[in-house]
């Protein structure tokens, strides 16, 4: 079936450090790909998609590109700040439903 | 503020018991998701509701209802509560189903979540 796997955290940064989240994915298909983050205390919000290969989605310095053919959508910024400490999902919809399929979560923690 | 509310913000109760979690969605959105978070298991779809009717299950237990009502806000009930189920519980919301597709296809905003923990 339909699954996302992210490389397991917790990740610690110092800041302006270079950040790669990976996260590849297994779909029939063609699934967008999403990006959310979750700050400490609040529920997740969108960080960033990609509906098709090659788009690359980008917010707040984030950048992830849709690459099919190495079913992968990993999450980078040049420089975190103590700000991005948060736990970031990858995850995919596809299907005739376009249901949901998220991945475990990554733990981020940028020191100052 | 995402503009989906979620009470109550956190929950201590025993064993056995009953709870009900509400949540508003964000103006305009027809769809409303229910998510449980813990620590083993991640985040787990529990069950969608498009404008009243039910959509889409995911690992809902049996001793787990909700329901949307016709004002668009939802109530999960939670009842004879276990010490497993404490966790996070996240209430969603978006402006489409998801079956069509549209630009706002599973862009999912998220309340704050309630925390529900059974003794």
């Known amino acids: 079936g339909d699954s996302v796997t992210q490389m397991e955290g917790p990740v610690t940064l110092s800041e302006e450090a270079f950040l790669t989240i990976n996260c590849t994915y297994t779909a029939t298909g063609y699934p967008s790909l999403f990006w959310y983050v979750q700050y400490p205390g609040e529920g997740l919000q969108l960080l960033l998609k990609?509906?098709?290969a090659d788009d690359k989605g980008s917010n707040k310095g984030f950048e992830a590109t849709y690459r099919k053919e190495t079913t992968s959508f990993h999450l980078e910024k040049g420089s975190v700040q103590v700000s991005d400490s948060a736990v970031y999902f990858c995850a995919l919809s596809t299907g005739n439903n376009r249901k949901l399929i998220w991945g475990l979560g990554t733990s981020l923690a940028v020191n100052p | 503020d995402s503009g989906v509310t979620q009470t109550p913000k956190h929950l201590i109760t025993a064993t056995g018991q009953r709870v009900t979690l509400r949540c508003s969605p964000r103006?305009?959105?027809?769809?409303v998701y229910w998510y449980q978070q813990s620590l083993d298991q991640g985040l787990q779809f529990l069950i969608q509701y498009y404008n009243g009717e039910e959509r889409a299950k995911g690992n809902i237990l049996e001793r787990f209802s909700a329901q949307q009502f016709p004002d668009l806000h939802s109530e999960l009930n939670l009842s004879s509560l276990e010490l497993g189920d404490s966790a996070l519980y996240f209430c969603?919301?978006?402006?489409?189903?998801?079956?069509?597709?549209?630009?706002?296809?599973?862009?999912?905003?998220f309340g704050a979540g309630s925390r529900l923990t059974v003794l």
């Open positions: 103006s305009g959105d027809l769809s």
């Open positions: 969603a919301s978006s402006v489409e189903l998801s079956g069509r597709g549209g630009p706002g296809a599973n862009v999912l905003t």
């Open positions: 990609a509906t098709k």
